[in-house]
């Protein structure tokens, strides 16, 4: 029979966990009483995290190194006695240009964490999560997997192959009682999201405000996410009450209707 434990009981993997909406998991899940281990590749942000959760596991690791992911979800597993929760956050934003500007090098960096180092982190973890006898994979997708985005090619790509990694791997885990989930965030409050409007701003010859305005326009709901919410989302597919819930793209975007 598989396993579905609650949050309090559960061992969380979050990858990319010192900042943004990974920290916000982190704390959600730690909160709930998870065991929680984190990696990032920011050590000083790690350290304060540390200091702030009692009892977390930290490691500095690149999901986009391959020998790394392996040692540290050896680590991971180790360190918590077993993996029941995979939260596949790790990403970077990459380039803000058209793609005949795009370098090729940072095409394949963005391509290398975004989408390879989910591939590499889910296919270390799954034997844990067999064992486990079930348990929740989350992968952090973007309304940028939805709907494509202009100036932003790798990025996009990325999301787009991440979310089509989620169904194929709910297709190949439901038999062990594993849910594999996407969520996909609109713009999130935080300095990642301000970053991304000044780079379009640049582009643009608007302000930072005008572009989020003008993001904000193709919403139904006017405002930003806040990471929070997502670390919500996170939580309840982790429950026992979404085990029926697999392979879907869940959009946090106040009803975003096109990038």
């Known amino acids: 029979m598989h396993r579905r434990v609650g949050p ?12 943004g909406i990974g920290l916000a998991i ?3 899940f730690a909160e709930a009483g998870a065991s929680v281990f984190t990696c990032d590749i920011d050590q000083p942000a790690l350290e304060r995290v540390r200091a702030e959760i009692p009892g977390l596991h930290t490691t500095v690791c690149d999901v986009g ?6 040692e540290m979800v050896a680590d991971a597993a180790a360190r918590l006695g077993g993996i029941d929760v995979l939260v596949n956050n790790a990403g970077i934003a990459g380039p803000t240009s058209p793609v005949q500007d795009v370098d090729p090098d940072e095409w394949e960096a963005v391509l290398r964490v975004d989408l390879t180092g989910a591939f590499l982190v889910a296919k270390h973890a799954i034997p844990h999560l067999i064992r486990a006898g079930g348990g929740t994979i989350i992968n952090m997708a973007s309304a940028a997997g939805r709907f494509g985005y202009a100036n932003r090619s790798p990025y996009a790509a990325a999301k787009w192959g ?23 965030p609109g713009a999130v409050d935080g300095e990642r999201i ?24 193709h919403q ?17 597919l ?15 975007d106040g009803d975003q209707q096109r990038n």
Do not use: W, Y
């Open 238 to 252: 982790a429950s026992p009450a979404a085990r029926s819930i697999s392979g879907q793209v869940i959009p946090v």
């Open 26 to 28: 982190v704390r959600a």
């Open 220 to 236: 139904s709901v006017k405002r930003l996410a806040q990471a929070s919410e997502i670390a919500a989302l996170a939580l309840f």
């Open 65 to 70: 190194d391959r020998a790394a992911v392996g």
């Open 162 to 184: 991440l979310i089509g990694l989620t169904k194929t791997l709910s297709m190949e885990l439901g038999q062990h009682g594993i849910c594999v989930n996407a969520i996909a």
């Open 8 to 19: 309090e009981a559960s061992k969380v993997l979050v990858t990319a966990g010192a900042s």
């Open 194 to 217: 301000r970053r991304v409007f000044e780079g379009r701003a640049q582009l643009s010859g608007r302000s930072p405000d005008e572009e989020m305005q003008g993001a904000l326009a």
